[in-house]
């Protein structure tokens, strides 16, 4: 139970820094927010739980594949944003791409030969 506090006071930190940061300097806060932390941090708990080679690899590959479809988000939101519509609209507008390009990537993904 100590372990699971502890990983997820590390990840609460992270958010905590990304957004005081990105209060004071947006860029700052945005390069932050864009270093794989969460996924590096995720990496490192999945070896201290399993020690598993194979599983380590597919996550970390899969882990490649999924960053993909939620690329476009970080297009879509500041487009909008500077058209006038709301944060909020904006916001959702974004997640329900990034929710439509996972669908579109676990779909295709098998069909290309890649394994999520």
């Not at 969460?38 to 599983?55: E, K």
């Not at 690329?71 to 904006?90: S, T």
């Amino acid at each position: 139970m100590l372990y699971l506090a502890i990983k997820a006071v590390i990840s609460a930190i992270i958010i905590v820094i990304v957004s005081e940061t990105a209060r004071r300097n947006p860029g700052t806060g945005a390069l932050i927010a864009s270093l794989p932390l969460i996924s590096v941090l995720g990496m490192i708990w999945l070896w201290r739980d399993t020690q598993d080679v194979a599983r380590m690899a597919e996550h970390s590959a899969a882990t490649f594949w999924y960053v993909l479809p939620s690329l476009p988000m970080f297009l879509v939101i500041p487009a909008l944003l500077k058209r006038g519509v709301g944060f909020w609209p904006a916001l959702v507008a974004g997640c329900v791409l990034t929710m439509a390009l996972y669908a579109a990537m676990v779909w295709a993904a098998p069909r290309l030969g890649v394994k999520l």
